[in-house]
């Protein structure tokens, strides 16, 4: 059975100060993408306020994990003004990683 979707969780810590360590100490995004593209259709994350899971799925949201996009990093630099800013950028990497190996093991169409 071919995949239509994919759940791909990114990780990193945090700084030993922040609220997200002290609550779930790593940083995590659930994000769900399309196989085919990697194309980020819905995502999640471990934050203390809902304003801050509402900026941070405005950032990804129709973005692709295919690649690591360094707009994509340099926007959250610059617009993410926050502890868990490094973390997120991490997470997102990892994220891309994780989907490249899984597309380098599926067979050829």
Request: hydrophobic share 45%; proline share 3%; charged share 25%.
């Amino acid at each position: 059975m071919k995949a239509k979707k994919l759940c791909i969780i990114g990780n990193a810590r945090t700084q030993q100060k922040n609220p997200i360590t002290a609550r779930f100490s790593h940083f995590f995004i659930v994000f769900i993408v399309e196989a085919e593209t990697g194309i980020i259709t819905d995502l999640d994350v471990t934050v203390m306020l809902p304003a801050t899971g509402k900026f941070i799925k405005e950032l990804f949201m129709g973005r692709s994990l295919a690649s690591v996009d360094r707009e994509l990093l340099e926007e959250i630099r610059t617009t993410y003004l926050a502890s868990s800013q490094k973390a997120m950028q991490m997470a997102y990497m990892e994220a891309v990683k994780k989907y490249r190996a899984w597309r380098s093991e599926q067979p050829e169409q």
